[in-house]
């Protein structure tokens, strides 16, 4: 039997359980919480107020700050990008009938809400100019990416679950740093988002849990292809109105890291919590293929602990579009 179909076949084993996963990992929309449950009321006479104290409050946060909570926002706007890609997975159909697909769609009306409360949000700050927010969003979702899956279910768990887990971490160091700013309702509204990625990164990485059960050797290769290539941001595409694509993520890549939200060091550290989640040390019946691959595995966080803690970051103010001017 072809890869190809092995994965069809082990993907269509899981999807027997899919009812169990979305109970499990996913809330029902009448009981998760909503982006109007973080927001001034606009039916309310304090509204104005309301906005006045978001404004106000804002006023502490740094210009890096802002810059990388538009990319985390952008990076959630891009939600059709990453739908679409789920879709074309080996066993995942649109089909009505097929589990997977409910998982995909279930999961997306989740995640859209994170995109949705932080761009209203920055709207409401007054600190950033909006108009060229919406432009590089719509910029990301058409020029699309690629996160070097293909068409691989395995391949794709790998990366859902390391994404999940990088943007839990994004959000929680956001939440932070406004509450050490006395931006009390950002805080709470990043953590409760930072909950919901930490929620989605334990079902992907449960799934791969189960595919190790079933297919060890594959699963083990899967895993190495996929650090051993790194993981492809969802930003890395970002750009300003009129520029080329991918001109914009380095220099944002490094103020998140300059602010802490997101640096190198974070980077390693969830290759290393990966490891550890699906005890790949304890994994049997390797193929001698694969026992190589583990091995990789295993020494790699402390190969990379190495290079990234010899990485300088720069002290550079960068121009960016979506600051309004001081």
Do not use: C
């Amino acid at each position: 039997m072809s890869v190809h179909n092995v994965r069809k076949e082990v993907m269509q084993t899981l999807e027997k359980n899919i009812d169990s996963f979305v109970e499990k990992f996913l809330i029902p929309p009448e009981k998760i919480w909503q982006p109007t449950d973080f927001l001034p009321n606009s039916q309310k006479d304090t509204f104005i107020d309301d906005v006045q104290e978001i404004r106000e409050l804002s006023k502490e946060l740094s210009d890096d700050f802002w810059v990388v909570l538009v990319g985390d926002t952008i990076t959630e706007e891009a939600l059709p990008t990453y739908e679409s890609w789920l879709m074309n997975l080996d066993g995942i159909s649109q089909h009505p009938d097929n589990g997977w697909a409910k998982w995909i769609r279930t999961w997306t009306a989740e995640e859209n809400r994170h995109g949705d409360v932080l761009n209203k949000y920055l709207y409401l700050s007054g600190r950033v100019n909006m108009r060229e927010v919406e432009i590089t969003t719509q910029h990301l979702i058409a020029d699309g990416f690629d996160i070097g899956t293909a068409t691989d279910p395995y391949k794709n768990f790998v990366y859902t679950s390391f994404q999940e887990l990088a943007t839990y971490i994004s959000h929680n160091n956001v939440a932070k740093i406004a509450r050490k700013k006395g931006h009390k309702t950002l805080a709470k509204m990043s953590k409760i988002i930072a909950g919901d990625e930490m929620r989605h990164h334990i079902a992907y990485a449960e799934f791969v849990k189960e595919i190790f059960k079933i297919d060890p050797s594959e699963m083990m290769l899967a895993f190495q292809y996929m650090m051993k290539h790194k993981i492809i941001m969802p930003a890395l595409n970002l750009r300003h109105s009129f520029e080329a694509k991918g001109t914009l993520f380095d220099k944002f890549s490094v103020v998140a890291q300059r602010v802490g939200v997101y640096t190198g060091l974070d980077y390693v550290d969830i290759l290393k919590r990966l490891n550890t989640i699906w005890e790949i040390d304890k994994i049997t019946k390797l193929t001698p293929e694969a026992e190589k691959a583990r091995d990789f595995l295993m020494k790699l966080p402390e190969r990379m602990y190495r290079i990234t803690e010899r990485i300088v970051i720069p002290n550079t103010k960068y121009q960016f579009k979506w600051m309004l001017p001081a």
